[in-house]
């Protein structure tokens, strides 16, 4: 019988659909931030102390990600993301009445940050982690690219919004694209699971088709885990907190680039189109870096991966600031470039840490710990910023800081070592896996 034309796997149409949403979310809410900030510090004239204490809450409301993934466990990415949406694009549209710093926090900094954390990138990735099994960490690649590329369009547009429309209107204009971008298309075409749609994961890609030889390659090249860690055993290690420290010091400089890095090309003489523009050349260097490093990240030790991208970005932080103070558009892209390009893969490079010292099988209820460390050093990035700019009238040492610390945990990283595993703890995981594997072969069977 003849097989015909080989029909596309509908992941694909879930990866694109992720990927979307990843876009509206970074593009209007996330990456854009430096718009808002710019508006607030140079046309409403706001103090920046006040500005700031605005995006520290919203970092810190990423301590919360917890409840985020309960309610995708309930309910399902699709609904998750379309009506939280809603939720967060009215908060938006409210916050064109705010006219004070104070009512700013709530509305938005409240608001608005706490309800896009249920349609941002840890609903996007769920999706695609329950579509796509062998080939997750490339699906997931692409989500982070298309949420790379909402950083590279967004920014310009929403400057030129502030330069021709007020306030109010712009954000009305945002909050509409919101919704059409990152909830409609989701709405009608996303599934959660394959078989809602009597597919398999993978598109029932067999052991026997995967590329096994490729799957060698990896596990000679570093440490995997004979044993799947329990989160408890893996919490009480060091080695998760390192690589969430890692993961910040990279996170600490992004947040100051795209939260202050308009207002500090703006001071140093840059228009406010030219300066966001510069600004989303960072998303456009990491979408690049997310497409091509990715997969690079594979096949090099976690350790190296996480301090050749740490000491890369902190160099680029410096690069960026001489840059600006130079009023060098070439140094600043040259800056961009080299933050950009290394930040791209770094979940990859956290993923295969995470999985190499402790099994994939916990990844999900393990990655959160890297996220609280995460989200405090991202929540200090803001306060630092505000308090340098504050006392000193420029931003200049915000970024010195950023390189600093950066450069710092780079070697953190670099003394990352596997977690020993002892002997009791391979009697508790096989009885485990045991007990596992009993009680699945029992519902198998049935009463």
Known sequence: M??????????????????????????LLSTSSG???SQLLLEKGWDATSVSLTYTIRSVLGLSLPLVGLLLLKVGPRICICVTTLITAVFLTLTGWVNTPMMFVLVYGIAVSFSMLFNDQLACFAVVNNWWDKRRGEQGGYVQALGGLGGVVFPPIIALLFMHFSWKVSLIIMAILL?????????FLMKDYPSQMGLEVDGGVTEEKVDKKADAKVEKRYYQSPVNWDVKDAVATPQIWIMGITWGGVTFGYCAVM?????????????QLQAASLVSALS??????????????????PRISLFLISLLC??????FNVGVINNSVPVIILGMALAGLPDGPILSAIMNGICSFYGSKNYAAIQP???VVLTIIASVSSVVCGAVLSSTGSLSGAYYISAIFAVVVAFM???LRPPKVTEKLKEKYAARDAAEAKIAGDELLGP
């Open 314 to 319: 902190g160099i680029g932080y410096l690069v």
């Open 179 to 187: 919704v059409a971008i990152t909830a409609l298309p989701q709405w």
């Open 2 to 27: 003849s097989k015909g034309k080989k029909k596309i796997y509908y992941g694909w149409i879930i990866t694109l659909l992720a990927g979307l949403t990843y876009f509206g979310s970074n593009g």
């Open 284 to 301: 456009l260097f990491i979408l690049i870096g997310s497409l091509v490093l990715s997969r690079i990240t594979d096949r090099i030790n």
């Open 369 to 371: 710990y890297c996220n």
């Open 35 to 37: 718009n808002i900030i």
């Open 413 to 415: 990283a670099l003394a």
């Open 259 to 271: 939260y202050f890095g308009i207002t500090h090309m703006m001071m140093n003489g840059f228009g």
